[in-house]
């Protein structure tokens, strides 16, 4: 074989390589793209009560938002613990009904590793929720039952309760 044989080999070679891996990129499925925190929690299930108050409050649009945020979400167990009457008293006032969900949510994202680092979060409601891990973790009395739930505009973290200002 002479010098152009050799050539000619590799340059082959190295085009199917491109074209195998051009190949094999093209049929991996996509990366699943990650859901805003508002899709997030209609789409979990388990947040029906926060979306209809975040829809009620107007909300909405602001969770959809580049962010980033942390939201620490009560779930409807949480909100089903509520004193009676407490859920529906918010529902029909939506300025303190936005008063309490924007006292779950905090600017910026902060991981569960960033939470129990701290010993406070400021929340755009403007009031500080306080962080204990003496026993497991819990932000303003609510435990943290669930953790780093990734969004495309922040992170989730699920408590236990539902959290007043003030209280």
Request: glycine fraction near 8%; aromatic fraction near 6%; charge should be negative.
């Amino acid at each position: 074989m002479n010098k152009n044989t050799y050539v000619i080999a590799a340059v082959i070679v190295v085009i199917l390589g491109i074209a195998g891996y051009y190949l094999w990129t093209s049929s991996q499925p996509p990366a699943e793209e990650l859901l805003d925190i508002v899709d997030t929690a209609v789409e979990a299930g388990s947040f029906t009560t926060l979306v209809t108050a975040v829809e009620a409050a107007d909300l909405v649009d602001a969770l959809k938002g580049e962010g980033p945020f942390t939201v620490f979400a009560p779930t409807d167990d949480a909100f089903d613990a509520l004193p009676e009457g407490v859920l529906d008293s918010l529902l029909a006032n939506t300025t303190a009904l936005a008063d309490v969900l924007t006292y779950h949510v905090v600017a910026g994202k902060y991981m569960a590793a960033d939470v129990v680092a701290l010993t406070s979060l400021t929340t755009l409601q403007g009031s500080d929720l306080m962080i204990d891990t003496t026993e497991g973790v819990t932000i303003d009395g609510a435990n943290i039952v669930q953790t780093d739930i990734e969004c495309s505009n922040g992170i989730i973290h699920v408590i236990d309760a539902v959290m007043i200002p003030g209280e």
